[in-house]
Structures are given as C-alpha cells and as structure tokens.
C-alpha cells in the first residue's frame, strides 16, 4: 500500500506508455501541438521540454526534442494554434515565448507582479492571454512590450479556460468570472462555484454553451451558461476511496466525441459523458497523484503525469526516491465514445 491509500502498488497500472527522460521534479503542465504530436511538460524543476511522440498501430515513442530553462519553477504552457511556438509561464513572473519548431532562443513576451498561474493562446484574436496570483488577467499582442489591456479580477487566478468566444477564470474564493471575448473588457457574468470547496481546474464546453469546474473536494460542476439551461447543471463525486477524498486535478475534453476525462491526486483517470451522466471508463490507480493531463488534437493519445503533487504536505515528500513519469494511454473508443443511456422502461 502506498502512503496515498491507494489500492494500487503498481507503478503504472494501465500498462501505458511511458515518456523518456521526464522531468526531474512533479510536473506541472502537459501540452500537445495542436498541428502534430509534440508533447511540451512544464515542471518544478525549472525547465520546459518537449517529446516529439511517435505511433505505428499500438506502439508508442518518444523523443526528446529540445528544452529551455526558466529562472525559477514553470506553472503552465501552451501552444500557438499553428503548432509553431509554445509558451510558458511561471513563479519568474514571466511568460516566455519559444518558436520551437524554428530553434529560436525563447523571448519574454509577458510580465506580472506575481507567478503566472495559466495562459492561452486565442487564435481568433490573435492575442496571449496570461492570469496571475497578483489578482489580474492580462492579454497580450506579442508586437507590443505592454499589455492591450489588464482585467483586474476578485481575487488570484486558479484556473482558466478559453474556447472563443467563451472565457471562464477561477479564482480564490470560489469565483468563477465569465467573459464574452467579443467584449473582452467587460465581465460578461460572475457565478459562485456550485462546488463548496477551492477550484481547481476549469474547462469549457465544446459547443461554448457552459464549463467544468473540478475542485479540491473530489467534485465536478457541470454548469451551463443560459438561465433558461439551468435545469441541466448538475455536480458529481469523484476521485474517492471511502472516505478519503481527492483533488480533481485536470478536466480535458476529447476533441472528437466531446467526452471528457477527469484526472485527480487518487492516481486515478476517467472518461465520463456529461450528456448522459455516465461514468464510460475508470482507469487503474496509479501509485502518486495525477496533477496534469491532456489529449493530442485528435485525441487518440491521452498524456498524463504521475507525480507528487504536494497535497499531504512536506512530510510526504523524500527528494532521494521521488520520481516524476509522463505516460501515454491510447483511448480505446468504448472509453471515450458517448453510448446512449440504457432506457430505464417506460416510453421514450
């Protein structure tokens, strides 16, 4: 048994594939190029790397590619939509733009006052947007040294989400700022979390009609964003063992079937459709927490990371035997193809 109570002692239980030369501390982001299989990590040790990742049928490699550094740990990335440019932001304050696929040196192109905790790269506007502890939201125009304009928020940024012309950021205090990105400087609504305890991450319907948010407690919000849906919100439990309880870490939409997975500090990743309030597939627990995960373009490959994630504390952390693993899972389509829910008689 490990020291996370978890069933599993297995270190990589769904016998997925594992990443070469990961980082050498928890990893704090995983980002696939939107154009081609290049996976970017970002990690507490400081660096950025990136993996070209190679198929033929069910095998899977990996290559390490290049890696830039940051002054101190790197919080989040994120990839320009032409697969082009990553970047990465973090506790230095700044986020760096990296035309990797050039191999050009990586430039600042943002700053706050405090650790870039998120950004996104908004292709229809053709602007960077940063969110930061300092309480502020930032978009950026790379031609430009200062900001385009800086949206003061209530309280630090925890989460954020994009999927034009839908914005949503988390922040302290359980609030969760809605924007409409054709009116980037206005708050288009403000909610409370319909989840009791801190966001933890946030993503945005497919279709922009609504969002995600997942929360320390081992919940999932399911909120949509007209009045008039509202009868269709709804919050479910996950990530528990009996009465342990764990964040929900990561929440990812699969690209094509519009599925999505949730990933937690139980070890553990699920495939769920919302639609039909069902559970399509839990994974095996790993043996540490998941702290980030995500999907390649076309969602035939699911990265995750199996790492420490600080949630027990100091006292469960030992530097000499810590390990750090990014793994590679291939979703089969029962685990992520939306199935209608069996008719539970009567006429439908």
């Known amino acids: 048994m490990s020291a996370f109570g978890a069933t599993s002692t297995t270190l990589n239980p769904n016998r997925s594939t594992e990443v070469v030369q990961p980082p ?50 790197v919080l989040c990335s994120t990839w320009k939509d032409d697969g082009t440019t990553v970047f990465s932001g973090g506790c230095d304050k700044q986020v760096k733009m990296w035309p990797l696929l050039s191999g050009g040196q990586p430039v600042t192109v943002a700053m706050h006052d405090a650790p870039v905790k998120e950004l996104a790269w908004i292709p229809e506007m053709n602007l960077l947007v940063t969110g930061s502890l300092d309480k502020t939201l930032r978009y950026w125009d790379l031609r430009q040294q200062n900001p385009t304009w800086v949206q003061q928020l209530p309280e630090r940024c925890y989460a954020l989400t994009v999927k034009h012309p839908l914005m949503v950021v988390g922040t302290a205090d359980r609030n969760l700022i809605i924007f409409n990105l054709q009116n980037p400087q206005a708050e288009f609504k403000r909610v409370v979390s319909p989840l009791k305890y801190q966001t933890r991450c946030l993503a945005a319907f497919p279709d922009q009609q609504g969002f995600l948010v997942g929360s320390i407690e081992g919940r999932v919000g399911v909120h949509h964003l007209d009045d008039s849906q509202s009868s269709k919100n709804f919050t479910f439990k996950c990530h528990r063992d009996g009465n342990d309880i764990y964040s929900v870490n990561s929440l990812n939409f699969h690209p094509i079937h519009h599925t999505f997975a949730t990933a937690g500090s139980d070890g553990a990743f699920n495939f769920w459709d919302k639609d039909s309030k069902q559970r399509l597939k839990a994974m095996q627990r790993c043996n540490q927490p998941i702290p980030c995960s995500t999907f390649n373009n076309d969602g035939s490959i699911y990265a995750y990371a199996v790492s420490y994630d ?23 389509d029962a685990e992520v193809k939306a199935k209608p829910r069996a008719a539970t008689g009567g006429r439908k």
């Open 24 to 73: 050498t501390d928890s990893v704090s982001s995983l980002s696939f190029s939107p154009k081609a299989n290049f996976l970017v990590a970002t990690s507490w040790d400081n660096q950025v790397r990136c993996w070209e990742v190679t198929r033929s049928g069910t095998t899977i490699g990996t290559v390490p590619k290049a890696s830039i550094s940051h002054d101190q740990p």
């Open 310 to 332: 600080w949630s027990k504390g100091a006292e469960n952390h030992n530097p000499s035997t810590a390990k750090h693993y990014i793994y590679l899972h291939l979703p089969q």
